[in-house]
């Protein structure tokens, strides 16, 4: 499979290179994510990730036909990244998956003027496309983690707030039998829990620490003790499970919270916590 991968991708890389060379709207194109990393680099399973700079977006977007010519398509839509752009999502046969993220030349222009560097270039990047000669000026001299700044208490006391109104949400829920909602806000409860989770490992270890993004390689960065009770707070499709799990979350986001609140000499709300977990702890399921 790692053979087939490989061959794939490469393949693909070089077909990409050949059609843009000859369609003038493209000006660039950038390969980040695994397969233009040295640290924690790509395997198997990995995905290729091209960031294009184009006129003429909605073209590509809307059609598939110039995509049709570098690969046996399964399927492919257009969706958004976290950040909002446009990309157009592709799985090829033999399931393997391009990402193709569409920037307009006006923004590469500004990038070039400002002497800017995009965030997903930090941790690798490969130029598969040039024609105006300038990734030097945006692509980084060494691949390392942006450094965060610095958690703003108004930040962390905001992230608690809205940790505790999804907690008591989900527990009515699961209350009132509504496992399938319950399970999909949990998505929404465990984005804060990821994000406390990476405030507290950058309290243990500085601002510089590592904590990647979305949660990859979190068995990696997180604390053992984190790590251990992590694991509790995931259930079956079942009412009391989902309570128990549910109050497991609970209880590893207030010791998250709290600790960093202590380290980082950050306001707590107390009174907030104690309200909504004596709330959770007389209906809890037995």
């Known amino acids: 499979m790692l053979a087939q991968s490989k061959n794939f991708y490469r393949q693909f890389e070089e077909n990409f290179i050949s059609w843009a060379k000859k369609t003038d709207d493209i000006r660039a194109a950038f390969v980040v994510g695994s397969r233009a990393r040295v640290d924690h680099p790509a395997d198997e399973w990995s995905d290729l990730d091209i960031i294009i700079f184009a006129n003429n977006n909605e073209t590509y977007l809307s059609t598939t036909d110039w995509l049709e010519k570098m690969g046996d398509i399964w399927t492919s839509f257009i969706y958004q990244t ?26 590469l222009s500004q990038l070039v003027k400002e002497r800017s560097t995009p965030s997903s270039f930090y941790r690798g990047v490969r130029v598969l496309i040039d024609k105006d000669n300038v990734s030097h000026y945006i692509v980084p001299a060494s691949f390392k983690l942006k450094t965060s700044s610095t958690i703003t208490e108004e930040a962390f006391v905001e992230v608690i707030n809205m940790f505790w109104f999804v907690a008591i949400y989900i527990a009515k829920q699961i209350l009132r039998g509504e496992l399938w909602v319950a399970k999909t806000r949990e998505n929404d409860m465990r984005a804060l829990m990821l994000q406390m989770i990476e405030w507290h490992a950058k309290a243990l270890h500085g601002e510089d620490y590592d904590v990647w993004h979305a949660g990859r390689f979190l068995d990696e960065w997180v604390d053992q003790a984190t790590l251990k009770e992590l694991k509790n707070t995931f259930s079956h499709y079942e009412k009391r499970d989902s309570f128990t799990a549910l109050v ?26 104690q309200t909504i977990t004596g709330w959770i702890k007389q209906r809890e399921i037995k």
Do not use: C, I, M, W
């Open 248 to 273: 497991a979350t609970v209880n590893l986001f207030r010791r998250l919270s709290q600790e960093v609140a202590v380290r980082r000499q950050l306001r707590y709300p107390t009174e907030t916590d």
């Open 82 to 107: 976290v950040s909002g752009e446009p990309e157009r999502l592709t799985l090829f046969k033999g399931g393997f998956q391009v990402d193709l993220v569409f920037h307009s030349n006006n923004e």
